[in-house]
């Protein structure tokens, strides 16, 4: 049994029978190192090759919750999931699934350094490579020892650590980067047990893509494993927003764990190699605008998946990242509380709490009937839908929104099927509003603010 476990790990593409470590030349033991198609590399945003890859896609495996163990390898925290959650990716060059078996992370000692590729000679502080293999290889291991050059896609984050100012202006931070800091701790404490130190943990993968989820800017190229052998079969995927890490938080965590000679495992990341003969390609991510609407007393229309854009049946919002940005975007407010939780009791998808939280509810078949102005569902309406209605509603305010005519409001409302009347009132917002059934103008120059019981349509400039 012995032998046969040998044998497994010594397939396994981040552990390999001889030593080596960041300091030493890994050509002599491992030639593949010293090959021609090497990774990282350096990526130049000015000579990419503009690509399409809108048809590439996370399954709902990122979107739930995974469970998986983190240990340390002795060169890297390495996070093996569940994979019989079927966490996968597809479509873009992809010409297979491909099936998501661990994530790992490389990180400085210090900030300003830590990823493996950079962006215009630029290096950030972490990167984070989720490692999927191909899924007609029976699993990490039969993949990487196939030689196959598309053999596995890894997906590649950039981690950027907050200043002091960053955390100041509020951006939150989700629940998994904070398990992953957590668990990073715990595993840096000694340990004595009999086994290697493991620790079980639940994570949603989604969490650790930040606004990569809706595949914005990506760079693609062929390359190889970062670390020994150095075996060129990888399909990269590099993202180029970067995911925000408060400072003093994950990443103090990492630097804390201890390689096998007792030293802290940091500063684990390969330079960048030669480009040679490879292109590198350049997805923009640049789709139509999406418009995000608050809808008080919305139903979901759960038949597709999809409302037709009207109100009353609501596009759910699919992410927990849109979500923030939605909301973010909706109360004008950046530092907006955002949450993510999974109940039945409560809206689907997104929505505002009362006007000053948001909120991500990952049970797509949530209560529909527990939407009331305590629960405000956040959707979106995409314009090239045949109902889109062309107007901004505006919540909590209307700054920056310029007012519309009084027969666009009851354009407006014919356009909602709902009624429209004057109401011409010092105390209530100018211009257009509308409280479900009815839309209301208002002639008089008013600046009182637009509530969740007199909601402001105008334009957006
Ligand atoms: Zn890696």
């Known amino acids: 049994m012995a032998w046969a476990a040998l044998l497994l790990i010594s397939l396994l593409p981040f552990a390999s029978a001889a030593e080596w470590d960041y300091s030493t030349n890994w050509t002599a033991d491992f030639a ?12 130049d945003s000015n000579t990419a090759i503009p690509a399409d890859f809108s048809s590439l896609s996370f399954n709902m495996g990122y979107r739930i919750l995974q469970t998986g163990s983190l240990e340390n390898d002795g060169h890297t925290l390495k996070f093996t999931v569940d994979e019989s959650k079927g966490a996968s990716i597809a479509g873009g060059p992809l010409n297979d699934r491909y099936i998501l078996s661990q994530f790992h992370l490389h990180w400085g000692s210090e900030t300003g ?134 400072g003093h938080g994950l990443m103090d965590a990492l630097r804390k764990n201890l390689d096998a000679v007792g030293d802290p495992i940091q500063d684990n990341y ?20 999406t418009t995000y609407v608050i809808v008080p007393n919305a139903v979901f229309n759960h038949s597709d998946g999809y409302g037709n854009g009207t109100i009353g049946q609501c596009d759910l919002i699919l992410t927990a990242e849109e979500c923030l940005s939605a909301g973010r975007q909706l109360s004008n407010d950046a530092s907006i509380y955002f949450g ?92 257009c509003w509308y409280e479900e059934p009815t839309a209301y103008y208002n002639n008089m120059t008013t600046t009182e603010p637009c509530w969740y019981e007199a909601i402001c349509v105008c334009k957006k400039p």
């Not at 030669?274 to 991510?285: F, H, P, Q």
């Not at 356009?415 to 105390?427: E, H, M, T």
């Open 340 to 431: 993510t939780q999974t109940v039945a009791d409560e809206p689907a998808g997104c929505y505002l709490y009362y006007d000053d939280e948001v909120w991500y509810n990952y049970n797509k078949t949530a209560d529909d009937y527990a939407v009331s102005y305590e629960y405000q569902p956040i959707c979106y309406e995409n314009p090239a839908q045949p109902n889109y209605h062309g107007y901004d509603l505006v919540q909590n305010d209307n700054i920056d929104c310029e007012i519309i005519s009084r027969s666009d409001c009851q354009e407006f409302a014919d356009k909602l099927g709902i009624s429209f009347d004057d109401y011409n009132d010092a105390d209530y917002p100018p211009g």
């Open 32 to 43: 593949t190192c010293g090959g021609q198609y090497q990774s990282p590399i350096n990526l």
């Open 270 to 289: 390969r330079p960048t190699q030669e480009l040679n003969d490879r292109k590198v390609y350049y997805y923009s991510g640049a789709g139509s605008p």
């Open 113 to 246: 350094q830590g990823s493996e590729h950079t962006v215009d000679g630029h290096s950030y502080d972490g990167e984070l490579h989720l490692v999927h293999y191909k899924s007609n290889f029976e699993d990490l291991a039969a993949a990487a020892a196939s030689g196959e050059s598309d053999a596995l896609a890894v997906v590649a984050i950039f981690l950027d650590e907050g200043t002091a100012w960053d955390q100041h202006r509020g951006a939150p931070e989700y629940e998994t980067i904070q398990e992953l800091k957590m668990a990073a701790t715990k595993l840096s404490r000694p340990w004595r047990g009999p086994q290697p130190h493991v620790f079980e943990m639940e994570i949603v993968l989604e969490q650790l893509m930040g606004s990569i989820s809706d595949l914005t800017g990506m760079y693609h190229y062929m390359g190889s494993l970062t670390t020994p052998g150095c075996n060129e079969l990888v399909m990269w995927f590099v993202m180029d927003t970067p995911m925000h890490i408060r």
